[in-house]
């Protein structure tokens, strides 16, 4: 336990002085503050394609904007910002081990799974900031400009986002584990994605998958309730666990 | 028109502070660093400075600052 919260501290310290903490934060900020700029601008910029749009003979009418549309947009960039930050932290173990640099710690005493598993929660506990400073921006001026509450389920479908991205990252930390590479670990979790999608493709497996977590928009609208996300959320949960959990021995025979 | 900006301040004024801090951040390192992973000092400030709107900065952290 010692050694997980000292191997925690130097992890956090490491994005501290990498800089990667700030980016990252600016970047979970910007998408933040993107959401509601573009369904703000929207009129706008319809108004200023109205005269190429009236050439080709369509009219429009005036366009109302509500806060729906930036919730739609925040569903259409937060998969943006959750690739951004596997691309960021990919490397986070197969650095490590390609380099060295945690054979002093380990002859020191530090056992693997600490290791393992204190990246693992710095992480998600990234993921965990970044997704509510973006959520919280996002409802901010959602209630600033229009009303939050012509949205259905939002907290519910922030925290199946929160879950989703917590499938990928402990994908991430189970294919670091026999991986030689980055890009090896990237390809894998991307692989898993892909796989999930097909089988999305299978009416009847759709409730269970975690892809199911993705759809928002459906949650927004009111189409879908809370209730029909549960299956694919227990099915998220339990499959990041065990992806972790199977990441601890596969690390231990692995030869650094 | 100053209204319609006023209408637009509230997302305005985070993003240029943002921009800013970032700058500032990428210009600090930038002048108290002699060696970069790739390029020189002249050609960072130019691409920090070029590309302030978050890009440049963002680029420098990520390719052009040196692993310690």
Known sequence: MRGFAVFFVKELRELLRTKRLLILCCLFLLFGIMNPAVAKLTPKLIGLMSEELAAQGMTVSAVTVTSMDSWVQFEKNIPFALIILLIMFSGIYTFEYSRGTLIPLL??????????????????????????LCFGLTY????????????????F?????????????????FFSSFAASSAQVLLGTGAVYFVMLLAGMYGRAKAYLPTRLCDSLSLFRGDLHPSDYTAAAVVTAALTAALILAALPLTKQRQI | MPKEIREYLPLL????????????????????????KRGSRVLWLVVVLIGMEFIGPILYFLLGKEEE
């Open chain 1, 107 to 132: 002859t020191k005493g530090l056992s693997r799974a600490a290791a393992v598993l204190s990246k693992c929660a710095v992480v998600m506990l990234m993921w965990t900031g970044g997704l509510a």
């Open chain 1, 140 to 155: 901010f001026y959602g209630d600033f400009y229009w009303d939050n509450s012509a949205v259905h389920s939002l907290f």
């Open chain 1, 157 to 173: 479908a922030g925290f199946c986002w929160w879950l989703f991205g917590l499938l990928m990252i402990g994908c991430v930390v």
């Open chain 2, 13 to 36: 004024i985070p993003l240029i502070i943002v921009q800013f801090v970032l700058l500032g951040c990428a210009l600090w390192h930038i002048l108290h660093h002699s060696s970069y």
